[in-house]
């Protein structure tokens, strides 16, 4: 069983459109977040979620906009896609502040064309 | 705010030789700090960390990292380089996240080893 699953693992779509990735974990962690890593492969937190309730939103644009139904769940909608949203987006989630567990999903590698 | 610098973007090794990737922190406190390896078009899989016990850490695939308070350093060793370590490497730090629960991980801008033949 995967840990923290994301959906899709490749997305290819036009400028202007809207598109949600998903993210779910079977840890039963209750922190999730959103990671973006860049063409340079440069990796940076966008958003945290404890308990379904956000925590962290550093600087996206509103463009972007996560989603928790549930602990185990939390999504991301971008509107009006970029050429600039183009990157790799990695879900995580971890237990609180333990350190221990931390785990990343494999990625969705977003192309705006 | 806590940061990581990696001093190398690329390192080149030859296979059987030792590895030494570099990073160094800022820290007001005593950090948490993490290795975590990405190889091309895979996600990132950790490799080390250390939180405040042990100051040599040992990880998987026979890499090691000392934890050098006195110098801010943090570096990544492995003493014989396998072709399949080549990939990139990610030095990491994290914050507790004051207004509410987990952890920030704040990461390096990644240092790629290249091993050769």
């Known amino acids: 069983d995967t840990a923290v699953s994301q959906t899709p693992k490749y997305l290819v779509t036009q400028m202007g459109n809207d598109k949600s990735i998903k993210c779910e974990q079977n840890?039963?962690?209750?922190?999730m977040y959103w990671y973006k890593q860049d063409s340079k492969k440069f990796l940076k937190i966008m958003f945290s979620?404890?308990?379904?309730?956000?925590?962290i939103n550093e600087t996206v644009p509103n463009r972007f906009s996560p989603k928790s139904p549930d602990k185990a769940h939390l999504n991301l909608h971008i509107n009006s896609l970029e050429l600039g949203d183009s990157a790799v987006y990695f879900c995580a989630s971890s237990q609180g502040r333990r350190l221990y567990g931390y785990t990343f999903g494999s990625g969705t590698r977003l192309t705006v064309v | 705010a806590q940061s990581v610098t990696q001093l190398d973007s690329h390192v080149s090794v030859s296979e059987g030789t030792p590895v030494l990737l570099r990073c160094n922190y800022s820290s007001s406190y005593s950090p948490s700090l993490f290795w975590y390896v990405q190889h091309p078009n895979k996600g990132l899989q950790l490799l080390l960390k250390?939180?405040?016990?042990?100051?040599l850490v040992k990880g998987i695939n026979g890499f090691e990292a000392e934890f050098k308070k006195s110098e801010t350093s943090f570096h990544l060793t492995k003493p014989s380089a396998h072709m399949s370590d080549a990939a990139e490497y990610f030095c990491v730090v994290s914050d507790p996240i004051l207004t509410g629960g987990g952890n920030k991980l704040t990461f390096g801008t990644g240092t790629q080893l290249k091993v050769e033949l």
């Open positions: 979620y404890n308990n379904k309730e956000l925590i």
């Open positions: 250390y939180t405040s016990a042990a100051t």
């Open positions: 840890l039963g962690h209750d922190t």
